[in-house]
């Protein structure tokens, strides 16, 4: 696959977004005759803060400011607040926003403004939230976007190597220090929530996310959940701060360690798949990152994953969606764990439930999930659930639990207090003090496999050859969710450090032939850089659209080439998982996977000339063949290519390994 284009989102376009305005008339919602959003009365005029409703007094506690203003609400708002739309659906007319009552806007992947900038981001969220403060009773909006490795979707913002990378460097520090970043832009341009961290645990890297996990091993997830706190901060009171966003872990559970061929959608072949356990299993494989991230972290919200569980202690059971699961939403995460946030549904994820549309969002909703993204039909979403609410098939209290978990956490936000943008950050998106942040990310995420004859590190005064389809390309190294949802190669679409460019900072001597067909003669080394091309989600999974674990023929005749000629050569991937490099591995004299690294290609460049020594360990277990997935750290018969854990370290010249 090259120059992946934008591929319709799963879903998409199942209902037509333009029905949206119709469903707002039929439900009745209207507009307040006032346009405009008083701020809570803070001055000293006692008559006026005698009207001042208690949920907008900053002093009283959450709780009873959420006690309050759901005392209010009409069974309509009430819902409203439980449904999240896409962007695109309400652009046309942003007064759908208030016709709906809409708890929250997200942009999916690729849905950015024109001009993608910061400052359009702004505006655009601003423009939103205007309306939202329209409403009767002026309650704020909630907006999200996938910011998994960086705020992806904006041009010009930091871009960071992807979870699996994060993963490899094993420090929960350093991805704690990424995701303040990341806060920092994403809330400086408008969003103030992420559908991130993933913490997923990926047990089988045919698996077109395998890239959004830290690593195949429960632990280090769990580690890595530091994420949370990089976005949300430590105390409830940072996240109104302008530097933090409520963050999200996903996709709970089980989404990595699905049967390879079991796809739920018939689409892909893992990716929404069945997870086929035991409860002790999935407690300790798949449950154990979601612990840490509520317990120590108390993370603000949830997704469950597309994917079912399937028990293999329970018989008979079959499987059973996530978002369909009572016991897994309410009577394990929020009554088990102690989960006191949100649940956030998957994109267009209850429409994949069994039954018709109505039984599909009762389902839900009876099952523990608290708001709903349903992208291009929120209006149907709504009067769905008022009818259901009505027919009193789903009970009043379980509405107004979802609602009060999704105020409490626009409270926390400081969204009532201050609803639109604070800017205060926004010179900083991009800027070189975060980017020296994610090179060094990058730095740290590399993973030396091999280094015979001290091939690495280099000298700068060698005369080097640069060859492969990913030395000099900035989209194939940032991968998918990178300003669209499936990612796509080039280098024009945001500004970056390709591999080349990082190797020609740190040496004078370098020629680049994509294609290794410049004369190879004259080289003290030669490095070839191969990879994979961008994907997202199960159009990665191996055996859907031409996926595979194997080598190009194009990488593989660049190595034979590059190899055989130079005498010292050294081989980079750039790819979201492992690859079968088995029959390749002899005629190279260092091989390094670089992961897909992001905007900072001198990260690379650093590890290679020893500016910075290679650390990174395995995330993941790098098989011999395909055929040897899912292999995983644990497994009786364990016989891969280099285990969990491996990586090689140098000091200087010396070389060691290390495994852990
Ligand atoms: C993905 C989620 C993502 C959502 C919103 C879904 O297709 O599974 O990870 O947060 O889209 O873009």
């Known amino acids: 696959m090259t120059h992946q284009p934008l591929l319709p989102r799963p879903g998409s376009g199942r209902r037509a977004a333009g029905v949206l305005l119709a469903a707002a008339t039929l439900l009745g919602a209207a507009l307040p005759a006032s346009a405009a959003r008083a701020e809570p009365a803070t001055g000293p005029d006692a008559a006026a803060a005698a009207r001042t409703p208690r ?97 992806g979707n904006l041009a010009g913002a930091t871009v960071f190597p992807h979870n699996i990378g994060m993963g490899a460097t094993r420090d929960p520090g350093l991805v704690a220090e990424e995701e303040h970043i990341t806060a920092t832009e994403t809330r400086a341009t408008g969003p103030q929530w992420v559908f991130a961290p993933c913490v997923c645990v990926t047990r089988d890297e045919r698996w077109g996310r395998a890239y959004e996990s830290f690593g195949e091993n429960p632990a280090l997830v769990s580690r890595m959940t530091t994420a949370v706190d990089g976005f949300q901060g430590t105390r409830r009171s940072d996240l109104a701060r302008p530097d933090r966003v409520l963050a999200t872990v996903k996709h709970f559970a089980g989404d990595g360690d699905t049967t390879y061929g079991t796809s739920t959608t018939g689409d892909y072949r893992i990716d929404r798949g069945v997870t086929v356990t035991s409860h002790r299993r999935f407690d300790a494989v798949d449950l154990a990152p979601y612990v840490t991230a509520v317990q120590a972290h108390h993370v603000g919200s949830i997704m469950p994953s597309y994917s079912s569980v399937q028990w293999t202690d329970v018989p008979g059971s079959g499987p059973v969606r996530m978002s369909a699961s009572k016991e897994l939403l309410t009577d394990v995460l929020k009554r088990k764990i102690g989960f006191d946030g949100f649940l956030i549904s998957d994109w267009d994820a209850i429409t994949e439930l069994p039954g018709d549309f109505a039984t599909q969002v009762r389902t839900s909703v009876n099952a523990g999930m608290d708001m709903f993204m349903q992208p291009y039909d929120a209006p149907q979403f709504e009067q769905a659930l ?275």
């Not at 949920?55 to 759901?70: F, G, H, K, M, N």
């Not at 850089?529 to 194997?550: F, K, R, W």
């Not at 992961?595 to 000339?609: I, M, R």
């Open 386 to 660: 008022s009818a259901e609410v009505q027919a009193g098939r789903v009970p009043m209290s379980r509405i107004d639990d979802a609602v009060s978990r999704i105020l409490r956490a626009k409270f926390d936000l400081g969204l009532f207090e201050h609803p639109y943008t604070d800017r205060t950050n926004i010179d900083s998106v991009g800027s070189s003090a975060h980017r020296a942040v994610a090179r060094r990310a990058v730095a740290e995420s590399q993973v030396l496999l091999k280094n015979d004859h001290h091939a690495l590190p280099l000298a700068p005064s060698q005369r080097i050859y640069v060859a492969g389809v990913n030395a000099d390309d900035l989209g194939n190294q940032a991968g998918g969710w990178t300003l669209t949802w499936q990612g796509q190669s080039g280098n024009t679409a945001f500004p970056g450090t390709t591999i080349l460019q990082g190797i020609r900072n740190a040496a004078p001597n370098v020629t680049y032939s994509a294609d290794a067909a410049a004369p190879t003669t004259g080289y003290d080394v030669g490095i070839v850089v191969i990879g994979e091309t961008p994907y997202a989600e199960g159009l990665g999974d191996v055996g859907v659209g031409g996926h595979t674990l194997e080598l190009s023929t194009t990488d593989r005749a660049n190595i034979d080439r590059v190899c055989s000629a130079i005498s010292t050569c050294i081989v980079l991937d750039v790819a979201g998982r492992p690859q079968i490099v088995t029959g390749q591995l002899p005629a190279a004299d260092a091989f390094v996977m670089s992961w897909l690294p992001g905007s900072e290609g001198d990260g690379v460049a650093d590890v290679l000339f020893g500016k910075r020594p290679f650390t990174g360990r395995l995330p993941v277990t790098w098989p011999r063949s395909e055929a040897q997935e899912p292999i995983n750290i644990g497994d009786p018969q364990y016989d891969p290519l280099f285990p969990y854990g491996f990586g090689l370290t140098t000091r200087g010249r010396t070389t060691s390994a290390q495994l852990g």
């Open 55 to 151: 949920y907008l007094d900053p002093r009283l506690p959450t709780a009873e400011r959420v006690r309050d203003l759901l005392g209010r609400m009409t069974l309509e708002e009430k819902i409203g607040q439980m449904t999240q739309a896409e962007r695109g659906s309400v652009d046309a007319d942003p007064t759908r926003i208030a016709a709906l009552n809409l708890g929250s806007l997200l942009s999916g992947g690729g849905s950015t403004p024109t001009p993608n900038t910061p400052a359009a981001w702004a505006d655009m969220v601003d423009g939103y939230q205007r309306q939202a403060l329209t409403t009767r009773l002026h309650i704020p909006l909630l907006y999200g976007v996938d910011s998994v490795h960086g705020h």
